[in-house]
């Protein structure tokens, strides 16, 4: 079945510096990847999605891109503010509607 | 999007005894998930929630243990059964709206679950 791994673990940014957060998947038919932000004792919030006809997507400061090629996908935040703090998750469908997530990466901005 | 309740926000439960949780959506629904969010933990897919038929269980998770019901498609519950502190955990629902266009899921708040 589909693997994600996810990294890094913990991030530590400078407000106003931009993080990265990389994802790699194992499952060739995947062809959806969303990403989650949850906060403490919160609900996991989409914040972007992509699916694999599409390399790159934006919304404003956050990006998501995808190398189908090395089953990989990112996610970018720039001009971070402390407010971006929380947990990040990525996950992967082949489309059956089955998630799979990775083990998040956890991301302080410090002000 | 779809807004999507759970009830109990949380719970403390001895063991050998059963909690049943409720998901709510706002609207009609393709289709429901429970998912399971240990401590500092990701998100682990339970089942997925058919409605009007057997729900279809992921690998180490089975239907005695987790039995559930979609009796509709706005709501389904979730049984945890004999219960174990192995099973504090929290639970949460989400909803995939292919009646709009989109396999985007959303998340209900959670159930926060202690077992003593």
């Known amino acids: 079945g589909e693997n994600v791994e996810q990294h890094p673990s913990t991030l530590s940014v400078q407000e106003g510096d931009s993080a990265v957060i990389k994802c790699t998947y194992s499952?060739?038919?995947?062809?959806?990847f969303p990403w989650y932000k949850q906060e403490l004792g919160k609900r996991p919030q989409l914040i972007i999605d992509?699916?694999?006809?599409?390399g790159e997507k934006k919304d404003q400061r956050i990006a998501v891109t995808l190398n189908k090629t090395a089953k990989h996908f990112s996610l970018h935040i720039t001009e971070t503010q402390p407010e971006d703090s929380a947990v990040y998750f990525c996950?992967?469908?082949?489309?059956?509607?089955?998630?799979?997530f990775g083990a998040g990466t956890i991301l302080r901005v410090k002000s | 999007s779809a807004v999507i309740s759970q009830k109990p926000s949380r719970d403390i439960c001895q063991r050998g005894t059963s909690l049943t949780i409720q998901c709510q959506v706002d609207?009609?629904?393709?289709?429901m998930f429970w998912y399971r969010q240990q401590p500092g933990q990701s998100l682990t897919l339970i089942a997925t929630a058919n409605q009007g038929s057997e729900a279809t269980y992921e690998s180490g998770f089975v239907i005695d243990k987790f039995p559930i019901s979609r009796p509709n498609l706005t709501f389904s519950t979730l049984t945890v059964s004999n219960m174990s502190p192995e099973d504090s955990s929290i639970y949460l629902c989400?909803?995939?709206?292919?009646?709009?266009?989109?396999?985007?899921?959303?998340f209900g708040p959670g159930t926060r679950l202690t077992v003593l």
């Open positions: 499952d060739s038919a995947s062809n959806y």
């Open positions: 996950a992967a469908s082949t489309g059956g509607n089955k998630l799979v």
């Open positions: 989400s909803a995939e709206d292919r009646f709009r266009g989109t396999d985007t899921q959303y």
């Open positions: 992509i699916r694999s006809n599409v």
């Open positions: 609207s009609q629904v393709t289709m």
